[in-house]
Each structure stands twice: as C-alpha cells, then as structure tokens.
C-alpha cells in the first residue's frame, strides 16, 4: 500500500508541471514533420506486415493491452528512411493485424531525453495503470533511464504521455561503473513477493554482456544490484534484453511477475557484434535474484534463437485478454542505403507470434498470432500425393505475391538420407554449402516463392534429411542466393536444425509471403527464418509458387495456400 500512495503522490504532483511541457513540445514535433515524399511504383512495400506509410523504423517498445486494445511503440525516424531523430511512434489496433496511427508517444523534450528516446518496455501496474521505462540519452550523450505515465488513463488510445520530472532514474556514474555507452533498453519490471520491483538493463563490461538489475519499492527510486541478473563472457554489448515466465506443459501464457514450480523462465538477448538474438530457458532465483539457464542450454550466438534469419531487437508481452505470451520483432532491411533512401522507408515489423515452451523443455515453440487467419481469401488445397526426385510442381491459383502457405512433407525412405559429418555443426554454414540447387538424397525438398515465370529469380525454403549419429537430422534452410536479379542485396543463406523426427511426424512448413519478405515457420513452430528479397521480375502478378523436390528420392506431400487480403496498416 506504501507502494499507491507513494505512486498518486507522485502523478499529483506531476500533472500539474506536465501541461506545459506537453504544449511546448508538441510545437517542436509538428517541425519535424516535413519529410521526402516517396518514389512512384513500390513493389516491396507489404500487405499485412506492420510497417508506416514511409521512413525509417526499428524496435518494436512497450507493446501491452490495455482496456482491449492493443497497443504498439516502435523506434521511428519522422524525418527519414535511415536511422535517426528517434522517437516513439505510436499504432492501435484491436487484433494485432489493423492498426490505426496516432501522433508519436514520446519524443525528445527534457535534458534526461533531449538527444534521443530510445527503447523501452511497458510495466503493467497491479491496479492496471501502464508505465513505460525507457532509455534516454542526455545533453553528454549518456544512456540513462527514463520514466513515463499517461496522462489521461480514461483515454483509451493512450495519446500523450507525461515524463517524471525526476528523469533519469537510472544513471551510470563514476561510483556504479555502467559504462555510460553501453546501457540501454530496460525490460518489463516484475514484482517479486517481497512487494520490490525489479528490472534489467542491457548493458557489457568489457566484452562480457551483462543484464544490470535494479530494484525499487516505488518504481521511482530505483537501486543497483551489486550483481547482475546475469551475465555471459565474449558476447558483447545485450540489447533489447527481455525476462519472462513460461508455463511448464502449457501453451498458456502468464504475467511477467509470476514465479514458482509451474514455469521456467527465458532471458532473450540481441547482440549488437553479431546483430542475432539469442536466448537460454532456466530458472529464475528469487533469493538471489539471478538467473541460472539449465544445463545443456548454450549461453552464446550459438544458442537458441526465435529466427535464424532477419530478425532483432525482439520484445514480448503479457496478453491478459486472451492468455498468451506474444512476440514481436523488428525485420531489417537487406538492401543498401541507398536503395532505402530511394523508396523512402527502412524497416518492417515480423507478423506477431504466439510463444510457449515445447513439452521437451528445451526450447520455445512460436506461431502467427490467429488472427492472421482472418486475412485468408482464396483458398487452393492440392490433395497428398507424390512428388518425385527432380521435381516441381506450381501452385497456381493463389496471388503468390501475397500469401500463406502450409505444406507437409511425408517421407518412407528415410534410410536414403545422407550421413551428417560431425564437422556440420553450424546449420547456416551448412545451408550455404548445400543450397537449394545442391542434389541431395532426402531433399532439399520445400517451397519456391516469389518466383518468376522461367525461375530467373525465386526464394527457397525447404528441408534436407541427414542421419546423425544416433537419429535423423532435420536441417532446414532458407536459400536467398537466387532471390533477385539485384546483386546489391544481403543474399545471406540461413540455416537452423529442426528438432523433428521424421521417423515419427512428417515435416511442416508454413510461410508467410509478403512482397519482400518470406516468414517461414518449420515443424510447427520449433524453428523460424524471416528473409527480406527484393525481386526484380517475380513482382506483383508476377509472382509464382511452387513445391519442389530437389534429392534423388521421392517424397509425398500435401499443401493449402491461401491469398491473403490487405490488412490496414495504416
Ligand atoms: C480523458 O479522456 C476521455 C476519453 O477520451 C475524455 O472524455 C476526457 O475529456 C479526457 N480528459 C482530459 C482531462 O483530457
Ligand atoms: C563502453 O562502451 C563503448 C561503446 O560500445 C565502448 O567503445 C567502450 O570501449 C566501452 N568501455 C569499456 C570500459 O568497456
Ligand atoms: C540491417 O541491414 C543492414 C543491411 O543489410 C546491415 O548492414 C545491418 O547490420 C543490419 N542491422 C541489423 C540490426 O540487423
Ligand atoms: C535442382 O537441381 C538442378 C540440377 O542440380 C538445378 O539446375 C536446379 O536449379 C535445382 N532447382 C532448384 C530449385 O534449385
């Protein structure tokens, strides 16, 4: 109860200053909203991937629900299709496909800001009030921490936000040893049940990433841990840290604060030297207040990640109307800059996924939210049957520039499957030495998307069988080498293992085609490779699918596609 009436005394008298400041601001945004108006044809642009009508965009920040609507922050340019001038826009929606744009949150307006509003997390209150932490950088150029609040909670579009006027909460000093360039992106808080908050700040010593934990009874005064939450050596600077709970043996979702027997716990991490995610499942200590990740996991680059293809700067929340933990990720770019300047945007965010432990424990498994669903038109089912070695087969019917498909492959032979050297163990190296055009025994086998009519350009996504040791192998790829006849692209071939028997289930893959990305999904959801390709013939109508069996054997299959309408983005 301290913890309320400290926090009303708190809103009381901050309201009061936060009129003029809001006012004054407001004038200084309207400046900077003059922008280059975009070139004519845009062939990239998407249908129903999250993005603005133009300029630059990043990290998703402080997505939540509140009052059954969903609402998203993202790091945004107001003047340009390369990063800088960053504030917090700000998009509604009801069901995380329609979004509706409001006027940006929070945007430069008080010293603790003035150089920049960087990324930040949402705390949901025990009495529903939303609060944002964010990271501030000061008139020194300083990483520090900021609070803010909304200004009218009977609004439920949240419009304005109002800034503590005891901003920065949280600052690197001489005496606390935060490195005043490396400290950045607070997480969720969560209450533990000795009534503290506490939250973490991605930070690194040296070259050893670091999770800096603070803690506070009142949200405002915030202390320094001596000790980190965590902490792995070589992994450079942690970005966009994210800490939560997962239920063991459900796909249910629960609040950041929730501890105990019944969950695990994940810590997420995105490297700035590699720009991947990693993260490790473990156990969360309260009366330590560390976190330990179970034995086996790998605490490095080379660990688990949500998408082994474009894919950063990820973050999740709490979705209490419906009871699920939702992921959203920021998808970069693999054109140049020049290319970006040139159609006047940078930046898309991945469809929102659905996250839950496997029943293994040892990973995550992640799916589209349902609500994509409702975007479906046209549907063409093709029945099981059997496409052979050296084969493919079109899909037609679908627009295959827009579009979500589901296919399931069955294989019999499976004794026809090459032997893995031991020496493959990096799944993306493997992918590249063995592309789509590389004759296997049991695969590749797989999609061709955003193909053109004689196949000049087409984007691969399929499996390839290998026995291992003691099991099958299952290595999925997503082949972006003959993507586009445009040479100036990252073309980057991206690899992961699927922890799938293929003795047991057959091998699913679905993708989510959207003009320049192929969101691609395998084995349900245990693994995932986002790639941005900008073809140069296979656009718009001229876009075609196909199944393709590339390996000496046969292999059965059956697919649904779906077109998919135009969702509105804004
Ligand atoms: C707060 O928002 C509600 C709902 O939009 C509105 O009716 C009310 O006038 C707002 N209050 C203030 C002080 O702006
Ligand atoms: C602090 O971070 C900056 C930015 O990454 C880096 O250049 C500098 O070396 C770091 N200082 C220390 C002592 O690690
Ligand atoms: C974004 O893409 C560009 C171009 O491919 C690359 O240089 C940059 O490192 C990428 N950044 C991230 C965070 O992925
Ligand atoms: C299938 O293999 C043949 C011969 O190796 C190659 O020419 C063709 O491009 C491959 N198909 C795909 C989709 O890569």
Redesign the pocket.
């Known amino acids: 109860m301290a913890i309320s009436s400290a926090w009303l005394v708190f809103c009381f008298l901050f309201l009061r200053h936060a009129v003029v400041e809001l006012e004054a601001s407001h004038h200084v945004y309207r400046n900077l909203q003059v922008s280059s108006s975009p070139s004519e044809h845009q062939p990239y642009r998407t249908s129903y991937h999250f993005q603005p009508p133009q300029n630059w965009i990043n990290d998703p920040n402080g997505p939540m629900i509140y009052r059954g609507l969903y609402h998203l922050f993202y790091q945004y340019n107001p003047k340009g299709a390369v990063w800088g001038n960053i504030v917090w826009a700000h998009s509604t929606s009801t069901d995380l496909v329609n979004w509706t744009p409001h006027e940006p949150a929070i945007y430069p307006s008080q010293p603790s800001d003035i150089n920049g509003c960087w990324s930040g997390s949402t705390t949901i209150l025990p009495w529903g009030t939303p609060v944002f932490l964010y990271t501030g950088i000061d008139p020194q150029n300083h990483q520090v921490q900021n609070l803010a609040i909304p200004?009218?909670?009977?609004?439920?579009?949240l419009r304005e936000w109002v800034k503590s006027p005891k901003n920065p909460l949280m600052a690197p000093t001489s005496a606390n040893q935060i490195n005043s360039s490396s400290f950045r992106d607070p997480t969720s808080a969560w209450l533990g049940p000795d009534g503290t908050w506490r939250v973490i700040i991605g930070s690194k010593r040296h070259t050893r990433g670091l999770a800096i934990l603070y803690r506070s009874k009142d949200f405002i005064r915030w202390v320094k841990s001596q000790h980190p939450l965590h902490s792995a050596k070589d992994t450079g600077m942690w970005e966009c840290p994210d800490f939560f709970p997962v239920m063991v043996n459900s796909k249910l979702g629960v609040d950041t604060s929730i501890m105990g027997p019944d969950v695990k716990h994940v810590l997420k991490v995105s490297l700035d030297d590699t720009k991947h995610e990693y993260y490790t499942i473990g156990t969360y200590n309260l009366g330590k207040d560390i976190y330990v990740p179970d034995k086996g996991q790998v605490d490095s680059d080379s660990g688990l990640r949500y998408d082994y293809g474009k894919y950063y700067a990820s973050k999740t929340f709490f979705d209490s109307a419906k009871n699920r933990r939702i992921l959203l990720g920021w998808i970069n770019e693999s054109s140049s800059v020049a290319d970006d300047i040139k159609k006047g945007w940078s930046g898309v965010h991945a469809i929102p996924r659905t996250l839950w432990l496997d029943t293994s424990g040892k990973q995550l498994v992640q799916w589209p939210i349902r609500e994509i669903e409702k975007l479906r038109g046209h549907e063409v089912h093709l029945p099981k049957q059997v496409l052979e070695g050296g084969s493919a087969l079109e899909v037609s019917g679908v627009t295959a520039v827009q579009a979500d498909v589901e296919v399931s492959f069955g294989i019999s032979e499976l004794e026809k499957a090459e032997m893995l050297n031991p020496s493959w163990t990096n799944p993306q190296v493997l992918c590249s030495k063995k592309g789509a055009s590389v004759k296997g025994g049991l695969g590749p086998f797989g999609l061709l998307v955003l193909a053109s009519k004689g196949l000049q350009e087409y984007t691969a996504v399929f499996f390839r069988i290998f026995k291992g040791q003691d099991k099958y192998v299952v290595l999925m790829c997503s082949d972006q080498s003959r993507s586009s006849l445009n040479n100036d692209n990252d073309k980057t071939n991206y690899g992961a293992f699927l922890e799938v028997d293929p003795s047991r289930e057959k091998l699913s893959l679905r993708s989510l085609i959207d003009h320049s990305i192929v969101e691609s999904f395998g084995g349900k959801g245990k693994a995932c490779i986002t790639a941005r390709v900008y073809p140069t013939l296979a656009i718009d109508d001229k876009a075609h699918l196909h199944v393709f069996n590339n390996g000496t054997e046969n292999v059965q299959f059956t697919v649904s596609a779906w077109s998919m309408k135009k969702a509105h983005l804004s």
């Open positions: 200004k009218n909670l009977s609004d439920p579009y």
